[in-house]
DNA sequence: AAGTCGCG
DNA sequence: CCGG
């Protein structure tokens, strides 16, 4: 059996299809108030294959001209993000360990073809809080390693309702999505991946 | 490099 | 050509 990498939890099937569904149109509501919008690289300012939004106090956006930061407007229409759900404020305070609330929800979609490379966390002030990771819809490839880009990875499906946690050791790791499996889940009308990361910015 | 390409 |  696959070990995980220390710090590495995986929940399958935190949340069942009633909570799932309930979290799609949470998120849709958070959309509404603040519309996807493509990240693009720093300095060369290629976009991504993901489109995000967030929900919090704070959002993580990246662009050419600036970078990845955390700042509390939407990128496009200058507005505050939406309050995170109160299930997900739920979530944190299950499986964190963690005393205060989490600041920032990244949303992202993934369509059939996106990807995320491998990368750490580490935009944050403060790293004894865990970062939180939940999956609906299709199922995905997810990859994690060690600290060092060097270090030795492995993968497995993360499928809808699956939270990860990345915390101690594991706060720092390597991770990112090899591949998207279309339409291995009915949850999405229009398909796609959906990924909400919570994450403590400031101590 | 939260991407892309090269390698096996 | 495809995957790790």
């Given at each position: 059996?696959?070990?995980?990498?220390?710090?590495?939890?995986?929940?399958?099937?935190?949340?069942?299809?009633?909570?799932?569904?309930?979290?799609?149109?949470?998120?849709?509501?958070?959309?509404?108030?603040?519309?996807?919008?493509?990240?693009?690289?720093?300095?060369?300012?290629?976009?991504m294959?993901?489109?995000?939004?967030?929900?919090?106090?704070?959002?993580?956006?990246?662009?050419?001209?600036?970078?990845?930061?955390?700042?509390?407007?939407?990128?496009?229409?200058?507005?505050?993000?939406p309050?995170?759900?109160?299930?997900l404020?739920?979530?944190?305070?299950?499986?964190?360990?963690?005393e205060?609330?989490?600041q920032?929800?990244?949303?992202?979609?993934?369509?059939?073809?996106?990807?995320?490379?491998?990368?750490?966390?580490k935009d944050?002030?403060?790293?004894?809080a865990?970062?939180?990771?939940?999956?609906l819809?299709?199922?995905?490839?997810?990859?994690?390693?060690g600290?060092?880009r060097?270090?030795?990875?492995?993968?497995?499906?993360?499928?809808?309702?699956d939270?990860?946690?990345?915390?101690?050791?594991?706060?720092?790791?390597?991770?990112?999505?090899?591949?998207?499996?279309?339409?291995?889940?009915?949850?999405?009308?229009?398909?796609?991946r959906i990924?909400?990361?919570?994450?403590?910015?400031?101590?």
């Open positions: 059996m696959r070990k995980l990498p220390g710090g590495i939890r995986h929940l399958p099937d935190y949340f069942d299809r009633a909570e799932q569904q309930a979290l799609v149109d949470a998120i849709r509501l958070v959309v509404a108030e603040a519309p996807l919008f493509v990240p693009r690289m720093p300095k060369t300012g290629k976009p294959s993901v489109r995000m939004t967030n929900c919090g106090p704070l959002g993580w956006v990246t662009d050419k001209e600036r970078g990845y930061r955390y700042q509390p407007h939407h990128p496009e229409t200058g507005n505050p993000w309050a995170i759900p109160e299930r404020l739920a979530l944190w305070r299950d499986v964190a360990e963690y205060k609330p989490p920032a929800c990244l949303v992202n979609f993934y369509t059939d073809a996106a990807k995320m490379g491998l990368h750490q966390d944050e002030q403060e790293f004894q865990p970062v939180v990771s939940v999956s819809g299709d199922t995905c490839l997810f990859r994690v390693g600290q060092e060097s270090d030795p990875t492995m993968s497995f499906k993360l499928n809808s309702g939270v990860v946690v990345l915390g101690g050791q594991g706060r720092l790791a390597y991770h990112g999505v090899d591949r998207i499996y279309p339409a291995t889940s009915t949850l999405l009308k229009n398909g796609g990924n909400l990361t919570l994450r403590r910015v400031t101590p």
